[in-house]
């Protein structure tokens, strides 16, 4: 099983900053790596898929990087609707798994 | 409008049976593989299930293997998952998304989740 682990856990800025969240797989997943975004009492969106494409009507602050065992978001300049818990995903190998998530968070 | 819609879920004895039902709508479901991905209270996501476009190929979690059955019938736009032997541990928020055309995807369309509570 493909472990995703994300960092860091909880991430604390203002808006108007750059925020980078990082998903390290403990073996290559090539390119096949997701990101979401969840709000509370909400389901999760998709935001980029395989690495570094943006999902449908996801705005061009956010971007993906990364390929192999090492991957990033980078949302350019936060919105106060980015506050939320983001989750990598992996397609590469079965089982499909997840990171455990990085709770952004108002500074 | 592109739409997933989930039903079933209940409060159920541990050993006990539930059927979730992941009702589609706005997109031709037979050709997109679909998954079921849970959250326990507070917890993160856990993926669970997916069954490929024709129903020809079905994954699971190990934490679920042997106990839960994915299935879908095109017919009706519809994605179930027959959960059997049910444990405290099921307790949660399940999830029904949409994939890609292929098996092994990501999810870009989710439906809103129906609780369920193993307890009792």
């Known amino acids: 099983e493909v472990v995703l682990t994300q960092s860091p856990a909880t991430l604390s800025l203002s808006p108007g900053e750059a925020a980078t969240l990082s998903c390290r797989a403990s073996q290559s997943v090539s390119s096949y790596l997701a990101w979401y975004q969840q709000k509370p009492g909400q389901a999760p969106r998709l935001l980029i898929y395989?690495?570094?494409n943006r999902a449908t009507g996801i705005p061009a602050r956010f971007s993906g990087s990364g390929s192999g065992t090492d991957f990033t978001l980078t949302i350019s300049s936060l919105e106060p609707e980015d506050f939320a818990v983001y989750y990598c995903q992996q397609r590469y190998n079965w089982p499909l798994t997840f990171g455990q998530g990085t709770r952004l968070e108002i500074k | 409008e592109v739409q997933l819609v989930e039903s079933g879920g209940d409060l159920v004895q541990p050993g006990g049976s539930l059927r979730l039902s992941c009702a589609a709508s706005g997109f031709t479901f037979s050709s997109y593989a679909v998954t079921w991905v849970r959250q326990a209270p507070g917890k993160g996501l856990e993926w669970v299930s997916l069954?490929?476009?024709?129903?020809?190929?079905?994954y699971y979690a190990d934490s679920v293997k042997g106990r839960f059955s994915i299935s879908r019938d095109n017919s009706k736009n519809t994605l179930y998952l027959q959960m059997n032997s049910l444990r405290a541990e099921d307790t949660a928020v399940y999830f029904c998304?949409?994939?890609?055309?292929?098996?092994?995807?990501?999810?870009?369309?989710w439906g809103q989740g129906t609780m369920v509570t193993v307890s009792s």
């Open positions: 395989d690495a570094s």
């Open positions: 069954i490929s476009t024709s129903a020809g190929s079905t």
């Open positions: 998304a949409k994939g890609g055309t292929v098996a092994s995807s990501s999810f870009d369309i």
